[in-house]
């Protein structure tokens, strides 16, 4: 890729790559902006923004192009609403292989058509070199949302139930694992995937979820945090009930990590009265996205907003939420 | 009684500040002014004592002058600031006025030991309190455990809730008597009762639940004994299965456990112990001694400090714990016996499921005890503020202080029980600042003028019940010193729970907010003890702390001045393979000190037994989650993996204090040739001190005594000549030594000994602990001296 000068031609071009694989209606009019539809009456406009930068860009179980749509999608879909519409934006850094651009929007694309929703604007930024880190994708998302659907991480009632879709730790144990060239019996895979399927199905079944979240930067530990300060309440867990794929299990035994501190990509956690947890592990069992469901704790109350978890020895620990990596304390 | 006439009578009022309420103060004025002839008043105030004498001035004068020397045992007179008022002619005697409420700026008292007038009383049949496990004077018993808030009175206690009966409450009114004001004072007819429980709660079938006690103790059952500040977990210490069975059920398989023997002459068949030792011991504090094993320790105690040459001991400090040596003595009558070799020994360990903080309530301790001890001995008097035993150790080649026995220094692990709340002098005025501590041996500091007041031990904030204990005891120390801070300091560590729980503080007060440096603080701990102003050289010993540059620092050399340090140096840096990982896995250390030697092929079959050390092997060559550490422990820790004596730590410092054991049992060694070599670091200049040389030599050592003691004595060489140039550099001749390191006394011991031999002037932490629990008071220096500049 090239910037500047011969900019024309460049332009061109990338736009080409996009209006192919995203081909659709809005995108063929070629206008500053797409003009949607109203939301259907009783539904409100649901928007979110996700910037994605990752590194390596390309991983097992995915690659730059999928988790930017997938990310954005969650985003708006574990608010409760039906993602409609995505934009995107991207900034490239000049020199960033040509090849590596198409595969990337590829993945985007086929993304966007499994998931049902459109890629309806966008825009393309080339930076020069060094002033970028290959690429960079920003995705924003439109969903509806019925009127009288509220949920919110400020929901969550003393004696809920806490349930978690499938494993944790997937999708950066994976990044880590390519990163670092670590090398395992078989592969561990991102758990990179859209869920607003899987939250349809869980909200048929259960219209009484208090709170929807994909724990994604900073993995279970961050986002349960977040929970129970915006709640006001304590959580505590069960850890004999938290699912870990075994093989994450074991690389952060012997990188000495948490998997409850480590991104998920394809998860989300769920907050209902406990008497309908049952029916909301069902629904989510019944879906491809979420075999291994799991109530993994419970809301209490709690005025210090503790996240805490009952060990497999018996004792507790507090799950903690880490201003960035995990650096040592133990003095 | 002295009577003086004197036509000249002059009036003076006097204000007493310093430890005076509780301890048995007033009654002391009172005779000391009624000796004198003097007529006016003493009562308590939230600042002190406050007195009104009235006679001829060089009475007067001389009651002034001996008010601190004649006071109480407990007591600790810290300012007597006088003011002369106009006589009051009318006054014909002294009395003792109730005390007032007002803004309490007083020290509470702590804990304190059964004093040997209510031992007589506790073993003579004719008294009433014969043997009543509740037994107390002035000059006794508890009291920072039992009080919610200040001025010191009974109402102010779990005490309230028993009132006394009428020869109680005669005792306690008249001014005379020994008991007079003695806020927790109880016989059996009035006071707390003990009683016997099953686990879960169920009353159990005894008649006398100190007899059925001793019996299940000696059937090598587990018990839990309610105490002071909180539960103990005792057993036989001579039955190897009642103390494996106390070890299984609190999973704690290697960690020393503390013993309990009825007087010193017990102590000494068992462990060596000096005049100094002797002393300690059987102070009021009573705190838990650690001495040097005797040889034949181990073979009929194997079990109680398994690998290290040096046991925990301590005497009875309750009527209870006195009880049931009485109990196992056949109950002689009198105290005779107190004096006589006593064969008990009973293990007292903190009743803390692993990892949690002290047991508090009764309810508390029959869920969570539940699977641990057989059966509980509790009573109904209300732990208000949890606190563990005290444990030091006293050096004969540390200075002693004030309160210490003579000719020899103590050196505090863990400041609590007895000590507690008691202040450490300040050499200037400031403002209130609130310290958070650490996260592992969390402990809180309050200043209040020319005072800073520590927190007990609270434990490690990995766990949520500790935590909860800290935010308590925040609260605590503000309430009971009536002080809102001005400023609130912490670590530097974003990730401490300590951190987070300033920053709320902060906010919620709305004061500004000091992040120190953590190795900054260790040395400023020192500087705090010992009141040095200005700059020092400081070397921190120490595990891992956070460094300036987010890097995890550890062996730092610095120049600290108050609010200021200047970084010169550090220890070359060992990768640290899965960060905390590594610092329970000394395995882990030995494979980044292999793999930076390029001898990391012999890791496998070294650690053959470790499934990990592949992977490990692994992230070394790639540099994956393995941040360079300059942390002097884990150097420790390196050493003791690579000797193959401890690859995987049950309890923290395990690895060190296993690897100084086999030292000091190898004896006297000189350092290895060419063991370091001191480099300088472009392009900063810093100056590092390598010890890849000395480890390189260990890896092939066979015999791993001498491997320690080479260890040992090759650091002290290498860290002796850094200091040594860094103080001719600098111009400096005042050492601070200061971090978790310190705990080491060969190192300790060895340190000062070649430091002073160079003629420098050495300071070590010793009535707060060198490691993290006593960074709280560096923290807090360090504020102070940034408050003090006007920077914030
Ligand atoms: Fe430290
Ligand atoms: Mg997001
Ligand atoms: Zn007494
Ligand atoms: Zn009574």
Redo the contacts between chains.
């Keep these: 890729l090239s910037h500047g000068g011969g900019g024309r031609a460049m332009v061109q071009l990338i736009g080409e790559i996009f209006g192919r694989a995203f081909d659709n209606e809005w995108l063929r009019r070629g206008d500053d902006g797409a003009v949607l539809p109203a939301p259907r009456p009783g539904e409100r406009l649901v928007v979110a923004t996700d910037a994605h930068v990752v590194s390596p860009l390309f991983f097992p179980g995915g690659d730059i192009g999928c988790l930017c749509v997938h990310g954005t999608l969650n985003d708006v879909a574990v608010m409760g609403a039906r993602p409609l519409y995505l934009a995107a934006s991207f900034i490239l850094e000049e020199g960033f292989p040509l090849a590596d651009l198409q595969r990337i929007v590829a993945s985007m694309a086929a993304a966007a058509k499994e998931a049902g929703v459109p890629v309806v604007t966008g825009d393309t930024k080339v930076v020069e070199k060094g002033k970028g880190d290959g690429i960079f994708i920003t995705t924003t998302g439109i969903g509806a949302l019925p009127v009288g659907r509220e949920l919110s991480g400020a929901n969550a009632r003393p004696g809920d139930a806490v349930i978690v879709s499938g494993t944790l730790g997937d999708h950066g144990m994976a990044i880590?694992a390519q990163r670092?060239?670590?090398?395992f019996e078989s592969e561990i895979r991102s758990d990179t995937a859209a869920l607003h399927g899987l939250i349809a199905e869980l909200l048929a079944a259960v219209p009484q979820t208090r709170v929807l979240r994909d724990p994604t930067r900073g993995g279970l530990a961050a986002t349960l945090n977040e929970i129970a300060q915006q709640s006001g309440v304590g959580i505590v867990l069960d850890e004999a009930a938290i699912p870990v794929d075994p093989q994450v299990a074991a690389a952060c035994?012997?990188?000495?990590?948490d998997p409850l501190n480590i991104a998920n990509e394809g998860k989300l956690i769920a907050i209902c009265p406990a008497q309908f947890a049952d029916a909301l592990l069902a629904a989510l069992r019944a879906h491809p996205l979420g075999t291994r469901a799991a109530r993994i704790g419970e809301v209490t109350v709690d005025a210090?907003h503790?996240v805490?978890m009952k060990t497999a020895?018996?004792?507790?620990?507090?799950v903690?939420w880490?201003?960035?990596e995990?650096?040592?304390?133990?003095? | 009684m002295l009577m003086i006439v004197d036509p000249t009578r002059v009036a003076r009022r006097l204000r007493v500040r310093g430890v005076v309420q509780g301890v048995g103060f007033r009654p002391f004025i009172y005779r000391f002014a009624n000796s004198l002839g003097l007529v006016g008043w003493v009562r308590n105030d939230g600042g002190g004592v406050e007195i009104e004498i009235q006679g001829s001035e060089p009475i007067l004068d001389a009651f002034t002058q001996c008010l601190a020397s004649e006071a109480p045992p407990l007591a600790r007179v810290d300012s007597i600031e006088p003011e002369v008022i106009p006589p009051d002619h009318s006054r014909k005697d002294f009395t003792i006025l109730p005390s007032v409420e007002g803004i309490v700026a007083t020290a509470i008292g702590p804990d304190v030991g059964v004093c040997p007038s209510c031992l007589s009383e506790l073993f003579d049949p004719q008294d009433r309190r014969w043997r009543y496990p509740f037994i107390n004077c002035t000059h006794c018993g508890p009291r920072y455990t039992i009080t919610r808030s200040l001025p010191y009175d009974r109402a102010r206690t779990s005490m309230a809730a028993f009132t006394q009966c009428p020869s109680c409450d005669a005792e306690y009114r008249h001014p005379g008597d020994r008991r007079f004001h003695a806020e927790p004072n109880a016989c059996p007819e009035c006071g707390p009762q003990l009683s016997l429980h099953e686990p879960h709660g169920v009353p159990a079938l005894a008649r006398d639940a100190v007899a059925e006690t001793l019996r299940r103790l000696q059937l090598g059952e587990v018990v839990a004994i309610k105490g002071l500040g909180g539960f103990h977990l005792a057993c036989d210490a001579a039955n190897g299965d009642a103390v494996l069975r106390l070890r299984v059920r609190k999973?704690r398989p290697h960690k020393p456990l503390a013993l309990m023997f009825a007087n010193v002459a017990s102590v000494a068949h068992w462990a060596r112990v000096s005049a100094a030792e002797a002393a300690t011991l059987e102070s009021p504090e009573r705190p838990i001694v650690l001495l040097e094993k005797l040889p034949h320790f181990d073979d009929t105690l194997p079990g109680v400090a398994p690998g290290l040459d040096e046991v925990g001991v301590m005497l009875p400090y309750t009527p209870l714990h006195y009880l049931l040596f009485h109990e196992a003595a056949g109950h002689p009558t009198g105290t005779a016996w107190l004096d006589q070799v006593q064969p008990a020994i009973f293990v007292m360990t903190s009743a803390n499921?692993?990892?949690?903080p002290l047991v508090q309530g009764n309810d508390e301790a029959f869920e969570r005890l539940a699977?641990i001890a057989d059966v509980l001995l509790m009573h109904n008097r209300d732990i208000v503020v949890r606190c563990d035993d005290s444990v030091l150790r006293v050096r004969a080649d540390l200075p002693s202080g004030p309160g210490d026995a003579a000719g020899a220094g103590v050196q505090f692990q863990r400041r609590a029980r007895g000590f507690t709340p008691l202040s450490m002098p300040l050499p200037a005025d400031g403002p209130a600042v609130l310290a958070f501590g650490?996260?592992?041996?969390a402990t809180l500091c309050l200043t209040r003028e020319k005072e800073a007041f520590l927190s007990q031990h609270i434990g490690g904030?990995?766990?949520?019940?500790a935590?909860?204990a800290l935010?308590e005891a925040a609260e605590h120390l503000q309430s009971i010193l009536s002080m809102r801070p001005a400023a609130v300091a912490h670590d530097a560590?974003?990730?401490?729970?300590s951190t987070r729980a300033a920053f709320a503080l902060a906010e919620k007060l709305d004061v500004p907010l000091i992040a120190v440096q953590?190795h900054h603080a260790h040395i400023a701990a020192v500087c705090a003890e010992h009141c040095l102003d200005g700059p020092v050289l400081g070397l921190a010993a120490?595990?891992?702390?956070?460094g300036t540059d987010g890097m995890?620092w550890?062996g730092e050399l610095m120049v600290v001045d108050g609010a200021e340090f200047r970084r010169l140096g550090h220890l070359s840096p060992l990768p640290?393979?899965?960060?905390?990982?590594?610092?329970?896995e000394p395995w882990r250390m030995a494979c980044g000190v292999l793999h930076a030697l390029g001898r990391g092929d012999e890791a496998i079959e070294r650690f053959a037994a470790q499934p990990?050390v592949e992977?490990?092997l692994?992230?070394l060559v790639?540099g994956?989650?393995c941040?360079p550490?300059t942390s002097l422990?884990r150097w420790f820790d390196a050493a003791t993996g690579l000797l193959g004596v401890c690859d995987t730590m049950t309890f923290?410092g395990q690895a060190g204090m296993v690897l100084e054991t086999l030292a000091r049992r190898f004896g006297e060694s000189l350092a290895l040739p060419g063991g370091f070599h001191i480099d300088k670091r472009p392009p900063d200049g810093l100056s590092v001190l390598n010890l890849y040389p000395l480890l390189n030599q260990l890896i092939d050592e066979n015999d791993a005594a001498r491997g320690a003691a080479h260890f040992h004595a090759t650091l002290i060489d290498g860290l002796v000549q850094w200091i040594g140039d860094a103080a001719h550099a600098t111009g400096l001749r005042r050492v601070a030594l200061s971090g978790?390191c310190m705990h080491n006394r060969l190192l300790a011991t060895g340190l000062r000994k070649r430091l002073a031999a160079r003629g420098l002037a050495v300071f070590e932490a010793q009535h707060v602990p060198p490691?993290?629990g006593g960074l709280a008071l560096g923290q807090a220096w360090v504020a102070r001296a940034l408050l003090a500049r006007g920077v914030l």
Excluded: S, W
């Excluded at chain 2, 499921?353 to 949690?356: L, S, Y």
């Excluded at chain 2, 904030?461 to 019940?465: C, E, S, T, Y």
């Excluded at chain 2, 640290?576 to 329970?584: C, E, F, K, W």
């Design positions: 880590m670092e060239n670590l090398a035994e012997f990188l000495g990590l210090q503790f805490q020895f018996g004792g507790r620990r507090m903690d880490l201003a960035g995990q650096l040592p304390r133990i003095c | 999973r499921p692993h990892g949690e699977e650490a996260h592992f041996k904030l990995d766990n949520p019940a935590c909860t935010d560590h974003p990730d401490y729970y953590h120490d595990g891992v702390g956070l995890p550890g640290l393979p899965g960060g905390d990982r590594a610092a329970r990990n992977q490990v692994g992230m790639r994956t989650r941040p550490t422990g923290e978790g490691g993290d």
